[in-house]
């Protein structure tokens, strides 16, 4: 059993602890999202949250959360709700700089509808300035790479030129020996899965770690177990299966492990697969043991899914430290409540 992931890039081997650089760079659209303050129905609903919502930069503000070194970069409208996201960003300890201000296109929005069989999702983001990203956005940071480069399937689906990016930036970061980190994260209502399966499967079997919900891949590639994922996309040295509340499995070169779900009363679901990838990213980064990897994923994402919001402050390192070293008995008694986790 490996102590810590290795993933390969290029031919070398790399691991959560190499260069001294930055951690994480993250690059994707985020929005305005409009929630109702309680659990309830939009229509019904008289109080409203008005917060930063995306995938991406909830994966650098967890990051950034668990102490490492996270950038972010996007497009936003020269709106208030542009200026709201990047100081809410900003404010969550991620470093901003170069996310481009567009005068013209506006900020996305989306509003979250909580109800009792599940969360839907209203978006108005045609045109925005996300939409209109390119490669180019990203030259500053290709002069100095970051350790890992994290993306996900909802940007190759905004737009042609978005489409195109994704391909570009992968091939040009692995050169530069950056390990891809890839969230399939498939979102219907930007693209159905007859165009969608192919063109993610294919941008999965570019990056070195790929992220996938277990009932995300049944839709797309009509799988039934786990098990099947590896052979269907057959190049990550590593490959993350969450399956909601029964748990998470990851593969890698040298064989599996799979981890239990925590128990979480949860309030609504949405942001806690970007919660989670953030949970085992910084376990990779940290060179933790591949079961912490998953744990830490876990616990984040116990966080994510006890609020209305997509990003939540985190209980201190301490408390995290505890769960993660905790036995496997004393795992599976944990329920996650207030700022910590009971047991």
């Not at 170069?98 to 978006?123: M, Q, S, W």
């Not at 999965?204 to 996309?233: I, K, M, N, T, Y």
């Not at 209980?315 to 008694?333: G, I, Y």
Request: net charge negative; glycine share 12%.
């Amino acid at each position: 059993m490996l102590t810590y992931l290795e993933v390969t890039v290029g031919g070398e081997v790399h691991t959560g602890g190499d260069e001294d650089r930055t951690d994480v760079v993250c690059v994707g659209e985020t929005m305005a999202m409009v929630a109702p303050e309680e659990p309830e129905p939009l229509e019904h609903a008289r109080t409203f949250a008005l917060r930063a919502g995306g995938a991406e930069s909830n994966v650098a503000m967890y990051l950034a959360g668990l102490g490492h070194r996270t950038g972010w970069v996007s497009r936003l409208g020269d709106d208030p709700l542009g200026r709201r996201i990047l100081s809410d960003v900003a404010a969550a300890g991620v470093d901003t700089s170069l996310v481009e201000i567009d005068h013209d296109a506006p900020t996305g929005v989306y509003f979250k509808d909580p109800a009792p069989g599940g969360t839907r999702v209203f978006y108005y983001r045609r045109g925005s300035a996300a939409s209109l990203m390119s490669a180019k956005l990203l030259e500053p940071v290709l002069r100095r790479p970051p350790r890992v480069l994290h993306v996900t399937g909802i940007t190759p689906a905004l737009s042609l030129e978005c489409d195109e990016m994704m391909s570009e930036l992968i091939v040009d970061f692995r050169a530069k020996g950056t390990v891809i980190s890839f969230d399939v994260n498939f979102r219907p209502g930007l693209w159905g899965p007859p165009v969608a399966s192919a063109r993610l499967v294919e941008l999965a079997r570019l990056a070195d770690v790929v992220f996938v919900g277990l009932d995300e891949a049944q839709e797309l590639w009509g799988v039934e177990s786990p098990d099947e994922l590896p052979p269907l996309l057959d190049g990550p040295g590593a490959i993350v299966v969450k399956n909601g509340a029964v748990g998470a499995t990851v593969y890698f070169k040298d064989g599996t492990e799979f981890v239990p779900s925590l128990k979480v009363n949860v309030r609504e679901p949405i942001g806690a697969g970007d919660a989670f990838a953030a949970g085992w990213l910084s376990g990779w980064l940290r060179g933790l043991p591949n079961g912490q990897c998953l744990r830490l994923g876990h616990l984040v994402a116990s966080v994510a899914l006890g609020s209305t919001a997509d990003h939540q402050a985190l209980p201190p390192w301490p408390l995290l430290q505890a769960a993660l070293t905790a036995s496997d008995t004393e795992w599976a008694t944990l329920v996650a409540e207030g700022p910590g986790w009971t047991g």
